[in-house]
C-alpha cells in the first residue's frame, strides 16, 4: 500500500501530466471579502482572443477553483484579481504551494486595491520567497507579442508605473503579480469602461503571452 507521502506525490506527478494536455483555465474564488468576481467578461475574451490569434485551444468559459480544492490541479493556469481583502488559511495556502511547486500557474492582477492585503498572504504560501520584479526583457513579454517597456499601462490610478512581479522555484515562473495595469479591464467588453480598441488590444495582447508562456513552460 502506498504511503500517505508517496500517494500525495502521485497525485501530484499525475496532476503535473494532466496539464501537458489540458487548455482549460480557472477563476480563483479566495475568502477575506474581495470581489474575487470582477470582470466578468475579462477570462472569456482573452480565451476568445487567444484562441483567435496564437493557436491556442481553451475551453471557452473558465472553471471557478478554490484555494484549497483539489480541483485546482487539474488546470496549468489560475487567474486571480478583485479590489480588497484577501485571507488563505493555512490549508489554502499549502495546497496553493503544493499546487504551483507541481506545476502550476498563478497570475493575480490587481484591480486597483488588492496589493496591501495580498502580498502578506503570499508570505504564507511561499515564508521562504520574495516578490521579484520581471525585467523588461523577461520572455513573458516577447512570447506571442512584442513589449519592449515590459507589463502596458490599461487604466490610471495613482499615477504609477505597471509593475509586473514574480515568484520563482528553480527558475520556473510560478506567480505572476501584476500592479497598477490593470489587465483585466482591458479585458472586458468594449462597452464596460469605453477602452479605445487600441488600448484593449494591448491589454488583450499581454494577456495572450502569459497564457501562451505558461503553456510552454
Known sequence: MLSFKKYILLFLFLGFFQFLEAQEIALLKYNGGGDWYANPTSLPNLITFSNNNIGTSIKSKPVTVTPGSSDI??????????????????????????????????????????????????????????LEELPANHPIFSTAFNF??????????????????????????????TVESDLGDGWESPEVHNDPEEVRLKALKMGANILKYVFEN
Not at 97 to 107: D, E, I, K, Q, T
Open 73 to 130: 490541479f487539474q488546470y496549468p493556469f489560475v487567474h486571480m484579481t478583485g479590489h480588497g481583502n484577501v485571507i488563505f488559511n493555512q490549508e489554502e495556502a499549502e495546497n496553493l504551494r503544493n499546487y504551483l511547486l507541481s506545476g502550476g500557474f498563478l497570475h493575480i492582477d490587481d484591480n486597483y486595491g488588492m496589493q496591501q492585503y495580498l502580498e502578506k498572504e503570499l508570505e504564507k504560501i511561499f515564508p521562504e520567497k520574495k
Open 148 to 177: 519592449p517597456a515590459g507589463l502596458p499601462k490599461i487604466h490610471e490610478h495613482d499615477n504609477r508605473p505597471p509593475q509586473a512581479f514574480g515568484i520563482f522555484d528553480e527558475n520556473r515562473l510560478v506567480l505572476l503579480f
